[in-house]
């Protein structure tokens, strides 16, 4: 058993040296980065970012319709109101992931910055709902191996963007053609609750239920 164990290790090192070469190898042992789960179940993902804005009428919307949600949240943003979020993740479907702390470009900190950054958010997330965050939300999708090398030792299992931004930035998005295993973004801003409401009709249109993340990652192997 031990010999494969230092195997394993060798090969790990083996495939980050490769990695600063640029060798394809260099993804060996990184948790995956997810736009889309390739799932053959008829599942969308809806999450929702940030965590600034907690509108009641979105809140109602999740909890009555009991909507399966992943939320990347930013510590900040739920110290002021955490019950808001406890309600979510309690009464509803809601599961709460990492966001990071302070919300940067992660490919532009160094590795203390990063780590920081991802286990910092992990242990207050832990600290404030009671478990800890398994998925990471890189801020702007902003994804390379160090930042995939650094949520690992933060125990992240997977780095989920998404394949569609449904919100409302100024202007309302066109409502897109979602398809099985899409990965759907919300952000918690005042327009929440009609471009939740705008998602889930996508959703209905196309025959596909809202699912939680982290199962049908584990099913679909992608974890
Ligand atoms: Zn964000």
Same mark, same amino acid.
């Given at each position: 058993?031990?010999?494969?164990?230092?195997?394993?290790?060798?090969?790990?090192?083996m495939?980050? /040296?490769?990695?600063?070469?640029?060798s394809?190898? $260099?993804?060996?042992?990184?948790?995956?980065?997810?736009?889309?789960?390739?799932?053959?179940?008829?599942?969308?993902?809806?999450?929702?970012?940030?965590?600034?804005? @907690?509108?009641?009428?979105?809140?109602?919307?999740?909890?009555?319709?009991?909507v399966?949600?992943?939320?990347?949240?930013?510590p900040?943003?739920?110290?002021?109101?955490?019950?808001?979020?406890?309600?979510?993740?309690?009464?509803?479907? $809601?599961?709460?992931?990492?966001?990071? &702390?302070?919300?940067?470009d992660?490919?532009?900190?160094?590795?203390?910055?990063?780590?920081?950054?991802?286990?910092?958010?992990?242990?207050?997330?832990e600290?404030?709902?009671?478990?800890?965050?398994k998925?990471?939300?890189?801020?702007?999708?902003?994804?390379?191996?160090?930042?995939?090398?650094?949520?690992?030792?933060?125990?992240?299992?997977?780095? &989920?963007?998404?394949?569609h931004?449904?919100?409302?930035?100024?202007?309302?998005?066109?409502?897109?053609?979602?398809?099985?295993?899409?990965?759907?973004?919300l952000?918690?801003?005042?327009?929440?609750?009609?471009?939740?409401?705008?998602?889930?009709?996508? /959703?209905?249109?196309?025959?596909?239920k809202?699912?939680?993340?982290?199962? @049908?990652?584990?099913s /679909?192997? &992608?974890?």
């Amino acid at each position: 058993m031990w010999r494969s164990r230092v195997l394993v290790a060798a090969l790990a090192s083996m495939s980050l /040296a490769l990695g600063a070469a640029g060798s394809a190898h $260099a993804r060996v042992g990184l948790p995956p980065v997810v736009n889309h789960v390739p799932t053959q179940e008829k599942v969308v993902f809806i999450t929702i970012d940030d965590g600034w804005n @907690h509108d009641p009428e979105a809140a109602r919307i999740l909890l009555e319709k009991r909507v399966p949600v992943s939320l990347f949240l930013l510590p900040g943003a739920t110290s002021y109101d955490t019950e808001y979020f406890t309600r979510l993740t309690g009464e509803g479907r $809601a599961s709460v992931e990492n966001h990071t &702390v302070n919300h940067p470009d992660l490919t532009t900190l160094d590795a203390a910055g990063k780590d920081a950054e991802v286990c910092g958010a992990g242990e207050r997330l832990e600290a404030a709902f009671g478990r800890a965050p398994k998925l990471l939300r890189p801020p702007y999708g902003a994804v390379n191996d160090e930042v995939r090398l650094a949520a690992k030792a933060c125990g992240v299992k997977a780095l &989920v963007t998404w394949t569609h931004d449904v919100t409302t930035w100024g202007e309302t998005p066109p409502t897109p053609r979602l398809e099985r295993g899409d990965i759907v973004l919300l952000h918690f801003t005042p327009t929440l609750a009609a471009d939740l409401q705008r998602a889930l009709d996508a /959703a209905k249109a196309a025959g596909l239920k809202p699912a939680a993340l982290m199962p @049908h990652l584990k099913s /679909a192997g &992608v974890l």
